[in-house]
């Protein structure tokens, strides 16, 4: 049993004070590690869609990574570059009274941190990136489908071979490219011969504390599933140069990875106690049980993903997958009691105990229990006189249509409350 656990893979997160979320995937035998970050700007999503599915559907078999999904999250919730200007140029000078000090300050720390031996920073970048001009969108000033080193090495370091390591990781894209135009080069930015702009930059930083550093770039001008296609092969190009062992659960190709982006079965739960499909939701959702007296930021969300955030908008809050804006919540801020552990249901006719933020699927008909202490309440279904609708069997015709969360009128909130708290949500799905 012993031998099976440590085979495992170790997966931990941490949130410091600067809201930095590093997600450790360790085996075993954690040496060398890969440091993967993505949305350094905000507007970049091939980058953080390419962190996310990487800790989705990735194992890491020998080795270990550790993923920032997104740095720039503040921005990324707000489909901005960056909100506080370019967070990419903030590595040289910054003066403490930078609202993004403290970001940078932890950024820095990981990317020096002793058991980091290489570094891949992912960008979105414009147009094709080519040695000699060819047209406006192919030239050396593009930065699109580009393999980014600041120097050809970095000596005395392990993998400080920068120009071979990135010939390796180019060449692990070359040979799986959609279409010869989206070749991918070698782009030296000779940082240290005097280039101001990238020497404010996230890998010289690196380079300068003697961590092998590496940019991948997948241009704009690609679809955000192609983009993440490059980042992945870039990704598993260099693990490949670090001697990184991994598996996937999916074929690589922008038609599987459209289909993981958009997976109908991801879904947030929010407080511990309230649950919302990511994907099918209406534009709106009215009265949504939100707690009273916790900033929008503070509220605890869980989900298969790792790029979410809420962003807090006028009377609104909005739930984001990335860039993406997924449903606008119009919250009703309440006291939240956390007593509630469990409920019991007849489904179908059948008897099934449920925790809070679960999704139950009804063919037919449901009913729940009476709980003592307890009030149900489920929107849409309005039963003369009753406060509690506890004990009452409901039939999806029985529903008001309008009440549901998702566009299609099959998913119905169940909601629990003690006195004037509320104690969380299940939600009926009608198949
Ligand atoms: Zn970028």
């Not at 901005?80 to 003066?95: E, Q």
């Not at 956390?338 to 006719?349: C, F, N, R």
Request: glycine share 6%.
């Amino acid at each position: 049993m012993r031998s099976i656990l440590i085979l495992l893979l170790l997966v931990c997160v941490s949130l410091n004070a600067a809201s930095i979320q590093v997600v450790k995937k360790e085996s075993a035998k954690s040496a060398p590690t890969l440091l993967l970050m993505g949305g350094i700007q905000g507007d970049e999503p091939g980058g953080f869609n390419a962190t996310d599915i990487f800790l989705m559907h990735y194992k890491i078999l020998s080795g270990s990574v550790w993923v920032v999904p997104v740095l720039n999250r503040y921005s990324m919730l707000r489909n901005h570059r960056g909100v506080y200007g370019d967070l990419n140029r903030k590595f040289a000078y910054l003066s403490r009274k930078d609202p993004e000090y403290p970001l940078i300050q932890s950024i820095k720390k990981i990317i020096t941190a002793k058991e980091v031996s290489a570094i891949l920073h992912l960008h979105d970048g414009s147009g094709f990136y080519r040695p000699r001009y060819e047209s406006p969108l192919l030239n050396p000033r593009r930065w699109g489908n580009s393999s980014i080193i600041d120097q050809d090495e970095l000596p005395a370091v392990r993998f400080g071979h920068l120009k071979q390591v990135s010939q390796g990781i180019i060449a692990n894209i070359n040979k799986s490219l959609l279409k010869p135009l989206h070749r991918y080069y070698i782009r030296n930015t000779h940082t240290a011969r005097g280039n101001v702009e990238m020497e404010k930059a996230l890998t010289y930083f690196a380079i300068k504390h003697k961590k092998p550093a590496f940019a991948n770039e997948a241009s704009k001008e690609l679809p955000l599933p192609s983009r993440v296609y490059y980042h992945l092969l870039a990704i598993e190009g260099l693990l490949k140069e670090l001697g990184i062992k991994y598996s996937k659960d999916f074929n690589l190709s922008p038609e599987n990875l459209y289909k993981l982006i958009n997976d109908p079965s991801l879904s947030v739960v929010l407080n511990n106690n309230t649950i919302l499909p990511l994907y099918g939701l209406r534009n709106h959702l009215n009265f949504f049980p939100l707690p009273k007296n916790t900033p929008i930021e503070q509220i605890p969300l869980n989900s298969k993903s790792y790029i979410l955030g809420l962003l807090p908008r006028q009377k609104q809050v909005w739930l984001k997958y990335g860039n993406k804006l997924m449903t606008r919540l119009h919250p009703l801020y309440l006291p939240f009691d956390h007593s509630l552990k469990s409920v019991k249901l007849e489904i179908d006719g059948k008897l099934e105990q449920s925790a809070p933020a679960r999704i139950i699927e009804v063919h037919k008909s449901f009913k729940v229990l009476v709980k003592e202490g307890y009030r149900v309440n489920v929107i849409g279904y309005t039963h003369n006189g009753a406060s509690d609708e506890a004990g009452f069997t409901i039939r999806y015709k029985d529903l008001d249509k309008r009440f549901s969360i998702d566009a299609k009128g099959r998913i119905y909130r169940i909601e629990f409350y003690k006195n004037q708290a509320f104690s969380g949500m299940v939600l009926a799905r009608f198949l």
